[in-house]
């Protein structure tokens, strides 16, 4: 869609960039010239994202980071500024979510879902806003987000309340660094079913994650190659006006509405069934 050059010369760095939509992303990216940054907790998720850019001819690097650490933020951001040159675009991508009814949340549950989430997305974006002023030029920060950070989500408060928080925070900074040339937009994926998912998330869909098709109105699933194609977009100079937005990209599934709404089952019984589902396809993940 965009000329092929679009991101010669220029640094994405992308968190969580080592799987499913974030590892779609990187290539998208490199594929119109960038040179990657892949950067999370784990060194076979790093290297995976490193070698899909590569095996497209693109140049990648992998860096260890932990979104909730401030520490870790500044350090990875030191260590690509050494490799590539300074960040132009980042995505902040990486996230933590997995299905319980509230009453039953964790306060570590809670913590370790926000802190990726919300805390983990303000830490990236400060480091960059910091680096790109002094370094002038402008910039662009993508948020990725979800449908049900507006409206909420039964068995996902966390999560829920984490990127609504990411889209009150994605439309604060668009105002506060607009001055600078710094674009801040959010893009709000539907369905786009990958091969990362976790046991946990594969649990909801007892049908497999192909067959949800049935549920939306576009009558299919996204393919991740297309989020790659709005995430570039956005970050471009062809989006040069535009920041401050949430990009929904869901085959209008969110507009989805019928004359009589399905039977209302309670959150709990549905985690009964999720849990039951999850134990088969092999026990719990770890977030
Ligand atoms: P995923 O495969 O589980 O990816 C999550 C990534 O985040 C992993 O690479 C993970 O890497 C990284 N991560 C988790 N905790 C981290 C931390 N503390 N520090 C740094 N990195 C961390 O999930 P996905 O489906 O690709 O989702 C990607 C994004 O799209 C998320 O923001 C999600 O909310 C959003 N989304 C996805 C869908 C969908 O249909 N798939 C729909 C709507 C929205 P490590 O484990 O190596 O840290």
Redesign the pocket.
């Known amino acids: 869609m965009l000329p092929p050059d679009t991101y010669a010369g220029r640094v994405v760095l992308i968190?969580?960039?080592?799987?499913?939509?974030?590892?779609a992303m990187a290539l998208e990216f490199a594929r119109l010239g960038a040179a990657i940054v892949i950067?999370?907790?784990?060194p076979e998720?790093?290297a995976a994202g490193v070698e899909a850019v590569r095996m497209i001819g693109g140049r990648a690097i992998a860096l260890p980071?932990?979104?909730?650490s401030p520490e870790q933020v500044k350090a990875c951001f030191d260590a690509a500024e050494e490799a590539l040159g300074p960040v132009d675009v980042l995505v902040n991508?990486?996230?933590?979510?997995f299905p319980v009814a509230a009453q039953e949340l964790s306060a570590n549950g809670w913590r370790a879902v926000t802190?990726?989430?919300l805390d983990?997305t303000f830490f990236c974006s400060q480091e960059f806003a910091r680096r790109r002023v002094g370094q002038g030029g402008g910039g662009a920060v993508l948020n990725?987000?979800?449908?049900y950070a507006q409206g909420g989500a039964p068995g996902h408060a966390h999560?829920a309340a984490a990127?609504a928080g990411v889209l009150s925070l994605t439309e604060t900074l668009a105002v506060e660094w607009a001055p600078d040339g710094i674009r801040v937009n959010a893009l709000?994926?539907?369905?786009?079913?990958?091969q990362?998912?976790?046991t946990d998330?594969r649990a909801q869909r007892p049908e497999g994650y192909e067959a949800e098709w049935r549920r939306i109105p576009a009558l299919r699933v996204?393919q991740t190659h297309e989020l790659g194609w709005a995430a570039t977009y956005l970050c471009s100079p062809f989006a040069a006006y535009l920041t401050g937005h949430n990009f929904v990209l869901d085959g209008a599934e969110r507009l989805r509405r019928s004359l009589r709404m399905p039977e209302f089952v309670p959150i709990r019984a549905q985690m009964a069934a999720v849990r039951e589902r999850s134990a088969t396809l092999g026990g719990k993940d770890e977030?």
């Open positions: 968190t969580g960039g080592g799987t499913g939509l974030g590892k950067a999370s907790r784990k998720h790093v980071l932990d979104v909730r991508n990486a996230a933590g979510n802190d990726i989430v983990g990725i987000s979800v449908a999560s990127k709000t994926p539907g369905l786009f079913p990958h990362d998912h976790s998330m996204g977030f």
